[in-house]
């Protein structure tokens, strides 16, 4: 015969491993899923250690090289002449989106030499060689025409894969080189047309 107090327990265990059951599995379908490994950068490199930025585009060139400043960073200057600084902003936004560059999706991985002067990528309408240290050889990344939906045919120098790129790293490199250069602020332009002006009106006076 079951004793009063065994079976007082009955209920409350039963209960407990119902509630352990449940949980389990709660937790077994609400587990944290691991994140998808994500996609290598097509310029498997960091910032600090870009050395220089070639651009390429219809016949025209311009080398931007990163250097030590005198703050104790670093600053992009133009490699001709030697010693002008480049707009800082935009090549520092530009290299950061360069080393973390993703491809929309690889379009075909054996284009034929039709499909790469269709691309716009033979020859390509414009290239960027990144030379980083600890690197033997630099990356060049040319970049064709745009598709159909916006993006643009692009190709690493080496390999056979034709990739689509988004966002505004594409037209960037497509862009002038001259794009690099330091624009005169708005204080400069004004005070050099004033000494324009007085100089004009000086000679006017004499």
């Known amino acids: 015969m079951m004793r009063p107090i065994a079976r007082f327990w009955i209920a409350p265990l039963v209960v407990l491993v119902i509630l352990a059951a449940v949980v389990g599995v709660y937790l077994l379908v609400n587990r944290p899923k691991a994140a998808p490994p994500s996609s290598p950068s097509l310029v498997p490199v960091t910032v600090d250690q870009i050395q220089s930025l070639t651009f390429q585009q219809s ?43 993703t491809p929309t999706r690889t379009l075909t991985a054996s284009p034929t030499a039709a499909q790469l002067q269709e691309y716009g990528l033979q020859p390509p309408q414009a290239s960027v060689t990144v030379k980083a240290s600890g690197r033997g050889k630099p990356v060049v990344l040319d970049v064709g025409n745009a598709s159909p939906t916006g993006s643009y045919y692009a190709q690493i120098q080496g390999q056979s894969q034709v990739y689509l790129l988004n966002g505004l790293l594409p037209s960037e490199i497509r862009a002038d080189p001259t794009a690099w250069l330091p624009q005169p602020t708005s204080s400069t332009s004004s005070s050099g047309t004033s000494a324009t002006s007085a100089s004009s009106t000086s000679g006017s006076s004499g």
């Open 59 to 101: 016949g025209k060139s311009l080398t931007l090289y990163q250097e030590p400043s005198q703050n104790g960073g670093t600053q992009w200057t133009i490699g001709s002449p030697q010693g002008v600084a480049a707009d800082q902003q935009l090549t520092s936004g530009f290299a950061a989106s360069l080393v973390t560059l």
